[in-house]
């Protein structure tokens, strides 16, 4: 129980200073906004079918997502606090807990923020058929990206390359998440059992579940001094 | 090198010249009417020992990379780095045979709905990843301690990668070739030959990579002790 306040406390610093200067929400929303709005240009405005679409998003998705996976642990690393976190009385999962919920939930609201729009981008009104179990998916996916992602961004934080290195670590292991979560978002937008979304369902959660118990257990490696 | 493993590497030798024969000219043609299928085939024999190879490889980092965390003995990063270098070649062998084989067989270089082949360039760019990894960190402490989780994650990750993308539709001659009646005793032959000679190559090199990794460790000792 102590530790989940010590994570509900994590969190609460992470969005008190993301609220101060707000540069992650925005710049992740207009990331995911060019984004889309690049695709529509690369495919010549032609109408998209619904698989492309789905692509196309959740491609936006992830590159937001490691945008700002990117700059959740260099915040702490440039300004010398990852060596205060690290001094608190907590566990080391409980800051790696801490960390990944922010970035859930970040990336959460940049997909909740854009959900509205994507209708209207892509013509097709399907996608908003059942919001509700989308933001399931949604929830299901970001987990995924956030349990990986924050792991490698304490490992990349420090190192010189690390905006570089980041995705170049993080999207091959990605790859069941993203196939996942496309072939889910899909079913919903159009429930055929050809998408076949109960295994992807099932792959999707124990992804979560695995590799979040991969990174509670190696998480003290990669902080340790 | 030991005067063992100098035996070993002179009948490794003899032996990879008879898998050659033996795979190229001994096995018989499979039954097929058209020329190109029928001679890539052999590739057969380079194809799946090389997989292996990788996948053994990929292994030995795995392990040491669990090792490396339990007791932080410097011995089991060096053997996971030099493994690691050694499946990207092996994978590497196999990911260029394979798409020729694919040409000749299917009619297309690469397809995107097969798992096999999915997975082992999904595997293949996440060792890649492995050694960027290993090369850009300056601190070795940190950077053993990086590689050994990266190593960890990587690996759990590709049954469930294989999993993803198997739920496709499949091409691939999982059963066909060894199941299917289509190996004959001479193939098996070969086979099992070739396959054992990999793995003994794979052994050698990681002998040797290691000595001379640990060689390029002293002299990066002395190099400091001289700047002092």
């Keep these: ?225 | 090198m030991s005067k063992r493993d100098e035996v070993i590497s002179w009948i490794t030798l003899g032996l990879a010249l008879l898998a050659v024969y033996l795979s190229l000219i001994y096995t018989p043609f499979i039954n097929e009417p058209k020329l190109i299928p029928r001679v890539a085939q052999k590739i057969f024999y380079f194809h799946v020992p090389g997989a292996w190879v990788g996948f053994l490889a990929f292994f030995v980092v795995f392990v040491c990379s669990i090792a490396f965390l339990k007791t932080s003995d410097r011995r089991y990063d060096s053997i996971a780095q030099v493994s690691a270098e050694i499946g990207i070649i092996f994978s590497t062998i196999t990911l260029v045979t394979g798409p020729i084989w694919g040409k000749a067989a299917w009619g297309a270089w690469w397809d995107w709905g097969e798992p096999r082949l999915v997975t082992f360039l999904v595997l293949w760019l996440l060792y890649i990843g492995y050694l960027i990894l290993n090369r850009s960190v300056a601190e070795d402490f940190r950077r053993a301690r990086y590689a050994a989780v990266f190593g960890i994650v990587a690996f759990v990750d590709v049954p469930i990668v294989f999993l993803s993308v198997r739920w496709y539709r499949t091409v691939h001659p999982s059963q066909p070739i060894l199941e299917r009646g289509g190996l004959s005793p001479e193939m098996k032959l070969a086979f099992f030959l070739s396959l054992f000679v990999f793995t003994v190559l794979f052994y050698l090199i990681l002998k040797t990579r290691l000595s001379l990794f640990n060689m390029e460790d002293e002299v990066k000792e002395i190099k400091e002790k001289m700047e002092e």
């Excluded at chain 1, 001094?87 to 960390?99: D, M, N, S, T």
């Excluded at chain 1, 991969?214 to 490696?221: H, V």
């Design chain 1, 1 to 225: 129980m102590r530790s989940f306040y010590q994570i509900i406390a994590l969190l609460i610093k992470d969005f008190t200073a993301e609220l101060r200067t707000k540069e992650l929400f925005t710049s992740m929303i207009v990331f995911v906004l060019l984004t889309l709005v690049t695709f529509n240009f690369a495919f010549s405005g032609s109408r998209l079918s619904l698989e492309v679409t789905v692509g196309a998003i959740w491609v936006a998705f992830l590159f937001a997502a490691n945008l700002g996976l990117s700059r959740s642990f260099v915040r702490e690393v440039d300004k010398n606090c990852l060596e205060g976190l690290l001094l608190c009385p907590a566990e080391r999962y409980v800051i790696y807990f801490g960390k990944a919920a922010g970035n859930l939930i970040f990336i959460l609201t940049v997909e909740l923020l854009t959900l509205p729009i994507l209708p209207l981008f892509f013509s097709n009104n399907s996608l908003l058929k059942d919001p509700i179990k989308l933001f399931g998916v949604f929830i299901l996916g970001s987990a995924g990206i956030s349990f990986i992602g924050t792991l490698f961004s304490a490992m990349t934080a420090n190192l010189k390359a690390r905006e570089l290195l980041l995705p170049l670590l993080a999207f091959p292991v990605l790859t069941p998440v993203l196939i996942a979560s496309v072939k889910l978002t899909l079913y919903l937008a159009n429930p055929s059992p050809i998408y076949e979304p109960g295994r992807w369902l099932q792959l999707l959660i124990v992804y979560d579940i695995i590799f979040s118990v991969l990174a509670y257990i190696t998480f003290e490696f990669v902080v340790e001094e």
